[in-house]
């Protein structure tokens, strides 16, 4: 039962090192699990590190002690994030599933209802005119 987090621990120091408070700002890593600099922490080593503390805890929880704490594998983790479907740590729902789209803000936002309804003006105001001048074409 010991190394049943011994995964997701392996990726949270990986998440830790690869961050900018450990390459950047050349905090180590255990300063960055504490309160002031975790916040600035990424979400995912957020999420691995809340990950590796409910795992901790079961260890010693008495309502697992006949199945064993459940172990989280993190190639499973990996293969989810490559396919875009999000992860959550333990059973449930993912996360992250059922996003639209990924976006890097570039995208152009929803038009607004007043320029929809300008535009459709705009064709009937000029399918009128192509009509009249078309008649004034025919009686000429």
């Not at 990424?42 to 590796?52: E, N, V």
Request: proline share 4%; aromatic share 6%; with cysteine.
């Amino acid at each position: 039962m010991p190394s049943s987090c011994k995964e997701i621990r392996a990726a949270l120091a990986q998440c830790l090192q690869e961050s900018e408070c450990v390459m950047v700002q050349r905090n180590s890593a255990a300063d960055c699990l504490r309160p002031p600099l975790v916040d600035g922490l990424p979400t995912r080593c957020q999420q691995l590190k809340r990950g590796f503390g409910d795992c901790r805890r079961g260890m010693v929880d008495m309502r697992k002690r006949f199945r064993g704490n459940e172990p989280v594998s993190f190639r499973k983790l990996q293969d989810t994030e490559g396919s875009g479907d999000g992860y959550q740590l333990y059973a449930g729902k993912s996360a992250f599933s059922g996003g639209r789209h990924e976006t890097d803000g570039n995208e152009k936002g929803p038009t607004d209802w007043r320029e929809v309804e300008n535009e459709k003006y705009r064709q009937e105001a000029a399918a009128t005119a192509a009509a009249a001048a078309a008649a004034g074409a025919k009686k000429s």
